[in-house]
């Protein structure tokens, strides 16, 4: 089955490669010195820990794991460098021009290399450093001590794993807040919202709202699960898509499956299925057990082969290529 066409994804990718060049934000690297130059007005904002001075205007930033990488795109800034792993790069780079040096260290994307960070001569760091909540939940603080130890700016901030839509405006505000982007972050929000009650409307007024449905991941070595408190679930919540019963709680986060209960998904009246990167035969691995022709959405041709490297997304872009998804195969075909 060919790749859908992200409509609305290209849209945004347009608007992030736009604000880019007009507003000559980070990711336009340029020379350090004249970095250091422009980056000597400071701003003082609070971070995870506290009080942190941050450039006014910052030019060389480095996104020091996968969470700030895809919430600074989806802020239209672009970094020097991130760490991230390769194999499951974010869909927003797909056929980029634009090179992102990857910094990850040997752990991958959460273990950046501090040798790495130093070569690009930022001006700032933005890294996620915990939980949001009472007590000490630092869980990245290491890291965040080892940058800020170098004397580069670091701005460590809450991210909760993007269960909900909450966890991503709180990610993307303080992301923006070190940025001096906030507005962009108020805009951001705002049409993903505003996108998201439009179908919402569309998929009541079609009649699916009780039309119970499942996110699946396969992954290497034959380890699937129902994904219930990721991007993808947030999606579906924000849309008024019921997911079946023992699906819908998101701190679950997910549900592994195998090939012995796959029974799982029987009450799914449609499924949305996506493959790791490295894995592709779980595809045919999973269709060829006996189980699998059996569920009611493979029986009534109502199984959607999506990309992994879009469904494995809790930012403002990815969750826009997620919507484009939905529309194009569960919302318009029940139109129609």
Not at 16 to 35: N, S
Not at 60 to 86: C, H, K, Q, T, Y
Not at 219 to 245: C, H, K
Not at 263 to 276: K, N, P, Q, R
Request: proline share 6%; net charge negative.
């Amino acid at each position: 089955m060919p790749a859908p066409s992200h409509s609305l994804a290209r849209r945004a990718r347009a608007a992030v490669l736009t604000m880019i060049a007009v507003a000559g934000l980070a990711g336009c690297g340029g020379d350090p010195a004249d970095a250091r130059q422009d980056s000597a007005a400071t701003r003082t904002v609070t971070d995870y820990f506290g009080e942190v001075e941050v450039p006014a205007e910052p030019r060389r930033v480095v996104a020091a794991d996968p969470i700030s990488l895809s919430l600074m795109l989806s802020l239209g800034v672009e970094p020097v460098a991130a760490s991230f792993n390769p194999l499951s790069l974010p869909a927003h780079l797909s056929g980029d021009d634009t090179e992102i040096e990857n910094i990850a260290g040997e752990e991958g994307g959460f273990d950046p290399s501090l040798e790495g960070i130093l070569a690009q001569e930022p001006d700032l760091v933005i890294v996620a450093a915990g939980y949001d909540g009472e007590g000490d939940d630092a869980w990245n603080k290491e890291t965040y001590d080892r940058i800020a130890a170098t004397g580069i700016p670091t701005f460590g901030y809450a991210y909760n794993d993007g269960v909900s839509l909450e966890d991503v405006d709180h990610g993307l505000s303080a992301v923006a807040t070190a940025l001096n982007e906030e507005a962009t972050a108020a805009t951001v929000m705002g049409e993903l919202t505003d996108r998201m009650e439009e179908l919402r409307e569309r998929v009541a007024a079609a009649g699916l709202a009780d039309d119970p449905v499942s996110a699946v991941r396969l992954s290497a070595d034959g380890q699937y699960s129902v994904r219930v408190g990721t991007g993808e679930s947030i999606a579906f919540r924000a849309l008024g898509m019921t997911q079946p019963e023992g699906q819908q709680d998101p701190s679950a986060f997910r549900i592994d499956l195998s090939e012995e209960n796959l029974g799982e998904l029987a009450s799914a009246d449609a499924l949305f299925v996506y493959t790791d990167e490295g894995a592709e035969a779980e595809r045919d691995a999973i269709s060829s057990s006996p189980l699998w022709p059996t569920l009611p959405a493979v029986r009534d041709d109502r199984v959607h082969w999506v990309l992994a490297s879009v469904w494995n997304a809790s930012d403002p872009i990815g969750l826009g290529m997620i919507l484009d998804d939905i529309e194009m195969l569960f919302i318009e075909p029940a139109e129609r």
